[in-house]
């Protein structure tokens, strides 16, 4: 099929190579005239394939088409005209000329929103649903039959830009080759437009794009958004016409204190704070703006606004001043018109326009080895001088404008004063999740509220997918060395470092991690493992307030927007959702054996998602006779109590040799009292109290029985007499293969012993794989022989000798059998994470 390509920029461009890949015969290019020099992308590519271009100014005259034109596009014999996008008006006699027809992308979802401003109008009227439309063109408006439409969520904080680089510009793209391939299979069908819902608003310009005040914040937002980056939303103030850029709605935590901008009209004046400005609607509702344009076109941190110029400028280095002459360099080959790029050179005032921006971004990216760069910082140092102090403040890591808003909450704790954050951590950004919903976090040392934790919803996962997509797709990460990337992993490291105290404090305070054990191994093993994965990556697990304070380093240790998101939540809402989320293609889960077959199912119905599952564990541990029975004593009390009996490899059952049995289990209870059992912050405290109540109650429970069904319960089994959430810790004799604390884990402190025949290995191996677990398991002997037979035999991803609970971050760990499968740490881990691609290349 022959076609013709009608329009104009990158977008233009994109269609017009993928219809080239697909095998479609491109006859010819219609586009614009050369603008100061330079040509249309669309134009360009063209040309280098040797595809006939074309560059009217016009195609009619007076209402009537130039018949030359018409002539000179009707030599190609097109069979179809692809239009893209095209600011030109083609006649009728263009427009029917192929035996196809003629199709039409348009940014919205026809009939809502005809007009050439739609993606403006979409966000303006704060549309939940916004998307494209390829129609059949006919004399009308954007009035043709319906050929193919797609549509996205708008996000509250969208704006052109966003909404057009997120869905419109990829999708759209993929959309018109799909058109087209329907069309050529004789598939495409033509649905006349329903005139019910029918919109059609004007093109936006800047004299229309004034801010009426009386109305509501969020109208007033949406406004701002869907004049953003064009014509740009203004006001008059201060005696100038102020314009508006990068408007959210999100302002938890924002104190409306600040210096006063009175606005004429509006119904409070604005305040200027460190966050930006915050404006208000008619109905006392705030919303805050980032960028502020002056009347002579410089734009501004909205939170500068009263601050004079900034005579701060940077002493750049002999390597920085390389740099500049090679930005310098990529200016002169975008700005053909200027002579020479001197440091007063304005971009825009040079002639370059929104496309030129993009280039200059990623230009500029690949000669800084991906350094964060966005469109937004080339509108907010236009002239040369300017961007390159910005471009150098980024590269040094000392960009200022990147400080981000947290509304902390402040606690007096353990001799340190912790500031912990407690929103949803998304895209770079500390928010309340939808609806600000929340949730009490426990202290389970005496059972008090240590806050609200935002409670993420489904809009809130769907957001965090989104800016976890974009970041992999188009961010940073990706594009930066795997030695940078690596660098910033030890950064993020060194800085856990520094604040290992708070981190085990808060661990303390929010989960009732003993201190001390939380600094060695909660914390302490954190941050060897991004020691370790710095250049590889791993994933942290902790309690919610731990987690956002670790959130918050990434943000010191530069890790790029998007990378990292933290959404605290329930399983069935935040949880669930991920497991259905199509943009999701990894999850990693640690937990039950049938939440994790809960996982699975979920993971093949919405889009077979790979898995990797750490799930329960009834991890044994056989002590033989020959063993050194002080350090059996001690590291089986290890395997069972540590961490109060938390530990997904905690020893479930212990099978210790008929002849040292009763020694061992005197020893044993004589130790157990001599544990601590207090204040997890307690320098000398060995036992905490248990995560959370309905956990306490289970651990009563799991107890009663095992003394129902006729096990001996030699110590412990009850909470302990005190506020909080503590648990005695439990040694259980007697123990026989039938019980149910011989088949279940316990996940607390409870230590289950069963005898075995002295000198009866095999007897005891199959006792000890007779489980649907397969997570660890342990063997104390000296018979070197023995131990390695016996660790041969067992049934576990990880087996421990003469010792216990003792991991490496380069040792890979997971389970056999119903505990999961895939593995943590390790260079095995990177497999989880990665795909094995085949190339096949003849040349």
């Known amino acids: 099929m022959k076609i013709a390509v009608i329009g104009q920029s990158l977008f233009g461009q994109e269609v017009y190579c993928h219809l080239r890949k697909e095998g479609y015969e491109v006859v010819g290019v219609f586009t614009v005239p050369d603008k100061n020099g330079k040509a249309d992308p669309l134009g360009l590519e063209a040309e280098k394939d040797g595809v006939p271009v074309f560059k009217f100014p016009r195609w009619r005259e007076k209402g009537q088409a130039l018949p030359d034109v018409v002539a000179k596009y009707q030599a190609l014999g097109a069979e179809l005209n692809v239009l893209p996008f095209c600011s030109q008006f083609i006649p009728m006699e263009v427009i029917n000329a192929p035996r196809h027809g003629s199709i039409i992308y348009h940014p919205s ?490 996982i699975m199912k979920s993971c093949a119905l919405s889009n077979l998602k790979k898995v990797s599952l750490e799930l329960g564990g009834k991890s044994p541990l056989i002590i033989f006779a020959d063993c050194d029975l002080s350090k059996a004593v001690q590291m089986g009390m290890s395997s069972v109590f540590f961490n109060k009996g938390e530990n997904c490899i905690a020893a479930g059952r212990l099978f210790v040799e008929d002849s040292i049995h009763d020694q061992f289990v005197q020893k044993v209870v004589e130790e157990v009292k001599k544990m601590k059992i207090g204040n997890p912050l307690d320098r000398d405290t060995n036992h905490g109290p248990q995560n959370h109540q309905a956990h306490l109650r289970k651990l009563i429970e799991y107890c009663q029985r095992g003394v129902k069904e006729g096990a001996t319960l030699v110590c412990g089994g009850n909470q302990v007499p005190r506020p909080g959430f503590f648990f005695e810790p439990t040694v259980f004799t007697d123990v026989e293969d039938h019980m149910f604390i011989a088949k279940e884990e316990s996940f607390g402190p409870v230590m289950v012993i069963s005898r075995f025949a002295d000198g009866d290995v095999d007897t005891v191996l199959s006792r000890a794989n007779a489980t649907e677990f397969g997570l660890a398991s342990g063997v104390f002997t000296r018979d070197i022989n023995k131990a390695l037979y016996v660790s041969d035999k067992l049934e576990a991803g990880t087996v421990f000798i003469n010792t216990y609970n003792k991991t490496d971050v380069a040792a890979p760990f997971g389970g056999f059998k119903q505990s999961g499968f895939g593995k943590d740490l390790g260079e095995a881990a990177l497999n989880e994470y990665l795909r094995v691609k085949t190339v096949t290349f003849e040349y």
């Not at 991690?513 to 302490?524: D, E, I, P, R």
């Not at 998101?565 to 669930?576: D, K, L, M, R, T």
């Open 109 to 598: 979802l026809l009939p809502r929103h005809r007009g050439a401003s739609a993606i403006n109008w979409t966000l303006i009227h704060g549309d939940k649903k916004g998307g494209f439309t390829i129609f059949w063109a006919d004399d009308g408006l954007d009035t043709g039959d319906l050929l193919l439409q797609r549509e996205c969520e708008i996000l509250p904080d969208d704006t052109v830009s966003t909404l057009y680089n997120r869905f419109l510009f990829p999708e759209g793209i993929k959309g018109m080759v799909q058109a087209v391939r329907l069309i050529a299979e004789g598939r495409a069908p033509r649905v006349p437009q329903p005139e019910e819902g029918a919109t059609y608003e004007g093109i936006q310009k800047k004299e229309t794009a004034k801010i009426n005040w009386e109305q509501p914040a969020e109208a007033i937002h949406n406004w701002i958004r869907g004049n953003d980056k064009v014509p740009g939303a203004w006001t008059e103030a201060c005696g100038q016409k102020l314009t508006f850029f990068n408007s959210t709605l999100n302002t938890a935590g924002l104190v409306p204190e600040g210096e006063a901008l009175p606005i004429p009209g509006a119904h409070r004046p604005g305040l200027v704070t460190k966050a930006g400005l915050i404006l208000f609607g008619n109905d006392d509702r705030m919303l805050l703006v980032k960028n502020i344009q002056l009347e002579d076109g410089k734009m501004i941190p909205a939170s500068h606004f009263f601050r004079g110029e900034d005579s701060s400028a940077l002493e750049l280095t002999e390597a920085e001043l390389v740099t500049m002459e090679a930005v310098r360099s990529a200016w002169k080959r975008i700005l053909p018109n200027v002579l020479e790029v001197e440091d007063s050179t304005d971009f825009f005032k040079s002639g370059a326009a929104s496309v030129d921006v993009v280039r200059l971004v990623e230009e500029v990216k690949e000669l800084c080895d991906g350094v964060e760069l966005e469109n937004e910082d080339v509108y907010m140092a236009t002239t040369f001088k300017d961007f390159i102090q910005l471009l150098v403040r980024k590269l040094r890591g000392d960009d200022k404008e990147s400080e981000c808003i947290i509304d902390y909450v402040e606690k007096v704790v353990n001799k340190l004063t912790l500031r912990m954050p407690h929103q949803l951590f998304i895209g770079g950004t500390f928010m309340d999740a939808e609806g600000a919903k929340t949730y009490e976090t426990i202290n389970p040392t005496d059972g008090s509220v240590i806050c609200q934790v935002s409670l993420a919803q489904v809009s809130d996962v769907d957001k965090a997918v989104a800016a976890a997509k974009d970041a992999f797709e188009n961010g940073l990460w990706g594009k930066i060395s795997a030695r940078d990337r690596g660098r910033l992993l030890y950064r993020l490291a060194d800085l856990m470092e520094q604040h290992q105290e708070e981190l085990a404090t808060i661990e303390a305070l929010d989960a009732g991690a003993v201190y001390t054990l939380a600094l060695k191994t909660h914390v302490g093993m954190s941050i060897q493992t991004f020691r370790y994965f710095a250049g590889w990556c791993d994933k942290i697990q902790v309690t919610p307030l731990t987690a956002l304070k670790f959130a918050e380093l990434t943000l010191k240790a530069g890790i790029p927007k998007g990378v990292i998101n933290i959404i605290p939540g329930s399983g069935s809402v935040a949880g669930q959702r991920l497991l259905d989320h199509p943009d999701v293609r990894k999850i990693g889960f640690t937990g039950s054996t049938e939440m994790g077959k809960h």
